[in-house]
């Protein structure tokens, strides 16, 4: 039996919906890349359809979209705490959402649409309840009765988190993109606002402002797992309860706390299967990239999810080497979903965060079926280690990269 292996590329409007098309991804996701699952307006989404419509496409290509990263509903008490509301307006707010955004996507496209729905800071059985209400919900509503439903969990690892949270580098950019609360200076892990004024866009006068960045919402906290990661524990508990609820699908990802930290979903580290290559991708501070998840624990997670009737999906800051790896060691993963991994600095123009999505890029990312290439950037060229993976893959063509986009083959 021929797999049908796609590529989610996530998307924040026309132009880089058609570089995504034209790399070969084959669900185009409507998202703002400010966060890891970014509500988009409505009519973004329809312009985003409009332009995937128009796109020559080799194969047929899916739309997905979002309804944020959690469901979570609060209101202000007098004194300024969040007090949750009721569970019956949390489920009917995030089925709302959901049937907008499938209204939006249409099914002029592809008639299979995409709702993916953040489950952070939840219970496994609020969850399901959340899920449930989305499904039921879609299935009745006219025309959209064939939208498919994807549960999303965030993985994590607190120790690497706690490890990287207080870097400078990765401070400035969580205060860049609001990810902080005020407190006071005794609070662990405070600092001065003004140290990062200008990601915060404050003036350089600011002095006093004690703030400390978000955290995520532990695992243990929602009866997931007693461990400090992600393990096969809390795996179980979404994948059975996405599986009662009804929905099509799962993806594990990273949040955007942890993506900021430079810690994405799949660990390379100490792997007999993997080339470790994540240790030569380092930032401008020598900060190398670290993941989560080994081999076996995705290996595992793709045959519950088929177990349950669910497709698996990985998300989570990955790279081209990790990709073409994983389609190759995990024939049976049915889909990889990727934002930075397939953009490059922008040339100027619209763009959200200055980077932009490059179908040269995409393509780096793509199942070896669909004629996937590897992607180098120059720290990894000429190591032992991409030797070994060329080695191991003597099929794979490989490319090195610029910052912009700009690939040239590898002698």
């Known amino acids: 039996m021929e797999a049908d292996r796609r590529l989610l590329v996530s998307v924040f409007g026309p132009q880089e919906a058609r570089e995504a098309v034209l790399g070969g991804a084959r669900i185009i996701d409507s998202e703002d890349p400010r966060s890891a699952l970014g509500t988009i307006k409505p009519r973004r989404i329809m312009d985003i359809a409009d332009a995937v419509l128009a796109a020559r496409r080799e194969l047929p290509v899916q739309l997905s979209t979002n309804i944020g990263e959690d469901q979570l509903l609060y209101r202000r008490a007098e004194n300024g705490l969040a007090v949750a509301k009721s569970a019956y ?5 995030a089925a709302q959402a959901a049937l907008g955004v499938a209204l939006a996507m249409g099914t002029r496209v592809h008639p299979c649409g995409i709702v993916k729905v953040g489950l952070d800071g939840m219970m496994a059985a609020e969850a399901g309840e959340v899920l449930g209400e989305i499904v039921a919900t879609v299935r009745r509503a006219d025309g959209l009765s064939a939208t498919r439903v994807m549960a999303v969990l965030f993985a994590q690892d607190l120790d690497l988190w706690d490890a990287r949270k207080t870097l400078p580098q990765v401070r400035r950019a969580l205060v860049g993109l609001g990810e902080y609360y005020p407190c006071g200076p005794e ?12 990601a915060a866009g404050l003036p350089d006068t600011a002095r006093g402002t004690f703030v400390a960045v978000n955290e995520p919402f532990p695992h243990d906290r929602y009866g997931l797992t007693r461990a400090r990661r992600t393990d096969r524990t809390a795996i179980r508990a979404m994948v059975e309860a996405s599986a009662a609820a009804g929905a099509d699908a799962i993806m594990l990802d990273t949040s955007i706390l942890l993506k900021v930290a430079r810690i994405g979903l799949v660990s390379t580290a100490g792997s007999t299967e993997l080339v470790d290559l994540d240790r030569h991708d380092t930032d401008a501070h020598g900060l190398a990239r670290a993941g989560i998840l080994t081999l076996d624990e995705i290996r595992a997670f793709v045959d519950l999810c088929h177990d349950h009737g669910l497709e698996a999906n990985l998300a989570g ?59 180098v950037p120059p720290p990894m060229a000429g190591t032992e280690d991409l030797a070994t993976l ?19 083959p590898l002698g």
Do not use: N
């Open 89 to 93: 307006e949390q489920v009917g707010k």
């Open 187 to 198: 609070t662990p892990g405070a600092f001065d606002l003004a140290e990062h004024a200008a």
């Open 390 to 408: 060329l080695k191991r893959h003597p099929d794979l063509p490989a490319y090195l990269t610029t910052p912009h986009g700009d690939l040239t």
């Open 317 to 375: 800051s990955l790279q081209s080497h990790q990709a073409q790896q994983l389609w190759r060691l995990v024939p049976a993963l049915d889909q990889l979903s990727a934002r930075g991994g397939v953009s490059a600095l922008a040339h100027g123009g619209a763009t959200r965060h200055g980077r932009t999505v490059r179908s040269a890029l995409v393509r780096g990312l793509v199942p070896p079926e669909q004629r996937g290439h590897l992607l």
